[in-house]
T-cell receptor
Framework: AQTIHQWPVAEIKAVGSPLSLGCTIK??????LYWYWQATGGTLQQLFY??????VESVVQLNLSASRPKDDQFILSTEKLLLSHSGFYLC?????????????FGPGTRLLVL | GDSVTQTEGPVTVSESESLIINCTYS????????LFWYVRYPGEGLQLLLK?????QKGSSRGFEATYNKETTSFHLQKASVQESDSAVYYC????????????FGLGTRVSVFP
């Protein structure tokens, strides 16, 4: 069975500080990986996707970056947090085939920037 | 771009009553998108409730049903008799058959079921 793990569970960070959020997927080789973000009261918004190691595409510019250093790992980061980065971050995976857009989500990381 | 609009919450309903959460979509990137309902129970992650990929067909799971209506561009979620354990946030979403594009979500509807 596939499992998806996100870390940390929650963070409180200062404006201007760096951030690194992680996601690992076990039990599925070569998945498509995604980062989503949900501001308080807002909808889930896709930030990045990756279909293979080392390749990441940005969907929305939020002064964040993402990397995929391993097949099963997806990292979201920034060197300088903004207040607007607060929210809920979700990692997701899907099968690497056309027409397979069902996505499976991790438990999420709640971020508060002060 | 694509968009999804759903019933604004919170929705409060008594146990054993019926529930309907409205969802309408606008798909500009594709004529026949895949449609999804996801659910987040308290303290848990977002999980797939049901998915329908063919217009006119109905999906069902855990007593919930939703029919893909191309004419009205709707995908309403219904349950005839809810239980307290159905208390959750429900999200309607649209997929464009493109694994790279991601899903377009509605704002979510918080449902509270009281005994």
């Amino acid at each position: 069975a596939q499992t998806i793990h996100q870390w940390p569970v929650a963070e409180i960070k200062a404006v201007g500080s760096p951030l690194s959020l992680g996601c690992t997927i076990k039990g599925k080789s070569s998945p498509n990986l995604y980062w989503y973000w949900q501001a308080t009261g807002g909808t889930l918004q896709q930030l990045f996707y990756s279909i293979t190691v080392g390749q990441v595409e940005s969907v929305v510019q939020l002064n964040l970056s993402a990397s995929r250093p391993k097949d099963d790992q997806f990292i979201l980061s920034t060197e300088k947090l903004l207040l607007s980065h607060s929210g809920f971050y979700l990692c997701a995976w899907s099968l690497g085939q056309l027409n397979q857009d069902t996505q499976y989500f991790g438990p999420g990381t709640r971020l508060l920037v002060l | 771009g694509d968009s999804v609009t759903q019933t604004e919450g919170p929705v409060t309903v008594s146990e054993s009553e019926s529930l309907i959460i409205n969802c309408t979509y606008s798909a500009t990137s594709i004529a026949y998108p895949n449609l999804f309902w996801y659910v987040r129970y308290p303290g848990e992650g977002l999980q797939l409730l049901l998915k329908v990929i063919t217009a006119g067909q109905k999906g069902s799971s855990r007593g919930f049903e939703a029919t893909y209506n191309k004419e009205t561009t709707s995908f309403h979620l219904q349950k005839a008799s809810v239980q307290e354990s159905d208390s959750a946030v429900y999200y309607c979403a649209l997929g464009a058959h493109n694994y790279a594009q991601g899903l377009t979500f509605g704002l979510g509807t918080r449902v509270s079921v009281f005994p």
